[in-house]
């Protein structure tokens, strides 16, 4: 079996479900250790993180993944067992194959091979790994961001292996992402009985005109190759079960991706102003997930493409959209950010699943990008 196949095989195996990383990094550190890394295990609350360095002094490449995955549903939904890593038809199932455990796997086997290709290289090649992404993503890299600022560690170019291929591996480069904000409103009401509307204040009626505006606003036109700033209301809940009670609470949950346009403190003050106005009888709680971060054209950047061009075929679109990924928390450290990685069609869903002739190939792209910055 090809090394990168059978090391992301042994790391499906191992159920790493978040945060648990369940032996995925001292597995990992073992092999980064034999080939010359110096290896720094950072146990934070419940969360294993791996820093590992080879080199040093500038400029510094890290190579940023994670370990840990999300639950995988109901098991009888899977064709076989999600922490039973098979192959069928050329193609690897198990939870983790696309979201990240190919990637984790194929950077390893890529920074044994450069070390044994260059083993005086300049600079620093360095691995990061956390136990935290698919979570709370509180004890991962956004705390060891916080301790490389107290260390003075700068960071130059750095590589996340989230999967951002579309349809063939390469063919999107991810040049920045979007920030995610999102708020618990509670609204307070009055409980009471429908037929006497008076005795009663019914929450959702008082702030159906607050969230109507907050919906139908237009936040911005976008930013250079971000999308517009969009805010979702993802869950709403008020009453009793009963249909004759006036509710005495609604309580909204709601998100917005936003672009450069905006930091969260901003989008914050707009709308407690806008709630203020309504004058509603309301708590806000609210959970900033990560700012928004780009690249700008530069040599991560420009590197990246004509690599990606090269195993794709084309230039590979470049582009801000997704979720948000561990490289909010290393873009303010003033690193240049990108993300590669495998096809992401099935990530997080039952089979999840990576081509295996992707996965064998996913080694030499990280090699190729890694012998370009530093070799």
């Known amino acids: 079996m ?31 250790a034999r080939a010359g890394f110096q290896c720094e295990h950072l146990r934070l609350g419940e969360v294993d993180n791996l820093w590992a360095t080879h080199g040093s002094g ?28 098979q192959i069928r038809d050329g193609v690897l199932y198990g939870r983790g194959a696309a979201d990240m455990k190919g990637s984790v796997a194929a950077f390893v086997v890529a920074a044994e091979q450069f070390i044994a290709a260059y083993p005086d290289h300049p600079g620093t090649l360095a691995v990061l790994l956390t136990s935290d992404e698919e979570g709370d993503a509180i004890d991962g890299v956004r705390r060891i961001a916080g301790l490389f600022r107290e260390r003075g560690q700068s960071i130059d170019w750095c590589i996340t292996g989230e999967p951002s291929s579309t349809a063939v591996l390469g063919d999107l480069l991810r040049v920045g992402r979007r920030g995610s904000l999102s708020a618990t409103l509670t ?6 009985h429908v037929a006497y509307p008076h005795k009663a204040r ?8 607050a969230l109507a505006e907050l919906t139908a606003r237009q936040w911005d036109e976008g930013y250079e190759s971000f999308p517009p700033t969009s805010l979702q209301v993802s869950n709403l809940h008020a009453g009793t079960g009963a ?33 203020d106005r309504h004058a509603l009888d309301y708590t806000l709680k609210w959970h900033r997930s990560g700012e928004p971060f780009y690249t700008p054209e530069g040599t991560l950047r420009r590197v990246a493409r004509e690599v990606l061009a090269e195993f794709a075929g084309a230039a590979p679109e470049e582009s801000t959209g997704g979720g948000t990924s561990d490289a909010r928390f290393i873009a303010p450290l003033g690193a240049q950010c990108i993300e590669v990685g495998p096809v992401n069609a099935s990530i997080h ?27």
């Open 187 to 192: 609204v307070k009401g009055v409980q009471g």
């Open 2 to 32: 090809n090394d990168v196949l059978a090391l992301t095989c042994d790391l499906i195996a191992r159920p790493s479900v978040t945060p648990d990383d369940a032996g995925c990094q001292a597995l990992l550190g073992g092999r980064l």
């Open 58 to 85: 500038a400029p510094v490449l890290v190579l940023l993944g994670h370990t840990d995955v999300v639950p995988s549903g109901p098991v009888d939904a899977w064709h076989s067992d999600p922490f039973d890593p």
């Open 202 to 209: 019914n929450p959702i009626h008082l702030a159906a005109a």
């Open 349 to 375: 869903q039952v089979d999840e699943n990576i081509s295996v002739a992707d996965l064998e190939e996913l080694p030499a792209l990280y090699l190729r990008l890694i012998e370009r910055l530093l070799a």
């Open 243 to 275: 249909n004759n009670v006036i509710p005495g609470e609604l309580q909204v949950l709601f998100n917005l991706r936003y672009n450069p346009h905006w930091d969260a403190p901003r989008l914050e003050q707009d709308i407690v102003t806008l709630l």
